[in-house]
């Protein structure tokens, strides 16, 4: 009976999160496959990790780092999904804050890292009118190295 009270609210969390997954999924796979959820956020993992831990990843696993990455943040989706199923039971509120917080880092991670994703023209024209301009000899010959 006590395994009960914990056991089915964890069970819930985790197919939640996979049904989300699941849509997620499906959503960048109509609009833009190469900005799966799960890959950008490895990609987000991957560029905030430091160099000693990546050095350490690629001697540890070899050509199948990447494939470590992804099975790495499997296992931690599935126990923070669980996790959240519990708190859920105990405390909504709390558990719809960790999921919105979730849901903002992945779409953060979406739209910083795939430059194919549906908000990049809006980005990079926000981003074009904040750069500096080129001088009009350097933006003719190709940039700086292009100088002979």
Do not use: H, Y
Not at 5 to 23: E, N, Q
Not at 45 to 73: E, Y
Not at 92 to 116: E, F, S
């Amino acid at each position: 009976m006590r395994a009960r009270r914990w056991l089915f609210p964890a069970i819930a969390g985790v197919a939640s999160v996979a049904f989300g997954l699941g849509v997620a999924e499906l959503v960048s796979a109509l609009f833009a496959a190469q900005a799966s959820p799960v890959i950008v956020v490895g990609s987000l993992l991957i560029d905030f990790a430091p160099p000693w831990a990546k050095d350490a990843a690629i001697a540890l696993f070899g050509t199948a780092d990447k494939i470590a990455l992804l099975v790495a943040i499997g296992l931690v989706l599935v126990v923070a999904a669980a996790a959240v199923g519990v708190v859920a039971s105990r405390w909504p509120i709390v558990a719809r804050l960790v999921i919105v917080a979730g849901g903002i880092l992945g779409i953060a991670a979406a739209v910083t890292r795939a430059p194919w994703c549906v908000a990049s023209p809006f980005l990079s024209r926000r981003m074009r009118n904040r750069a500096p301009a080129l001088p009009p000899d350097v933006a003719s010959s190709g940039g700086p190295a292009a100088r002979p």
